[in-house]
């Protein structure tokens, strides 16, 4: 400011500077605001002893003088980050998909999940934080996913796993059994003959897809042979002639009776 200014030009900027460094403004600077205060306070301090004794007829408006003010410029900071949580299910983590994210007062956002991200994997998006200050970049978005479990698939890894139940003539004989997979196809999987329970069967490429240079995962289902709980006369029967034709299992109990 000029050493000419006036006592109302003084007062003007003094306030417009206040107003603009003002802790409680958004490009606040305490220090600035405080020198801004204390040079203006000497300022009216010098007018008022300036101006005792002297006939109020006689007094004239104090001439303009330098108020020392080291402006500095606020260095920008980046925002803060903002975490939050969503719940998947099995088919939208395997295969990808995009949810809305409650940011609080920053309101919603929407967010891509991409395909095949496991359980409590969080997904980072750039700029979707809070707001920087004094031209700073804004924060992140930090998303942390978990998966539901599914009531019939697993994830083990890049695989999906399930239960297959089969009946007790599909494990001797073999059959072509039907699958649904998870994604909604239908597969024919091949029971060779034999099959025990517990035994895996492993579908390639029916598993979680892949990403860069991870492969696709497989199907993997672990055989499991249905026992009937009820049996009609006939059907007793029927398994009461086959057991008679069946030669008896390896290492049977009845086989090493004691003394013999």
Known sequence: M??????????????????RYHPDSGAGDPAAFARIRDAYEKLRA?????SRGSSPRRSAPASGVPIPVR?????????????????????????GTTVMVDRGRHGPAAV???PGVPHRHRVRVVGSGRPGRHGGPAGDLMVTVLVAEHPTYR??????SA????????????????????????????????TAPGHRLRVPGHGVPGQGRRPT????????????????????????????LLPPPPRDPRGHRPGH
Request: charged share 25%.
């Open 217 to 244: 995962g497989d199907l993997v289902l672990e055989i499991q042979v249905h026992i009937p709980q009820e049996l009609g006369a006939d059907q007793r029967a029927t398994l009461q002639r086959l057991a008679e």
């Open 46 to 50: 010098r007018e008022r002893s300036g």
């Open 71 to 95: 402006v500095t410029t606020p260095t920008p900071r980046r925002g803060s980050d903002i975490s939050a949580a969503v719940e998947l299910d099995l088919e939208q983590a395997v295969f």
């Open 163 to 194: 239960t297959l139940t089969i009946s007790y003539p599909e494990a001797v004989l073999g059959a072509t059994v039907p699958v649904t997979t998870l994604s909604g196809a239908e597969v024919d999987v091949t029971v060779p003959p034999g």
């Open 2 to 19: 000029s050493a000419d200014a006036t006592r109302d030009q003084v007062t003007r900027a003094f306030r417009a500077l206040a107003r």
């Open 155 to 160: 994830r083990v890894g890049a695989d999906l």
């Open 112 to 114: 891509r999940i991409p």
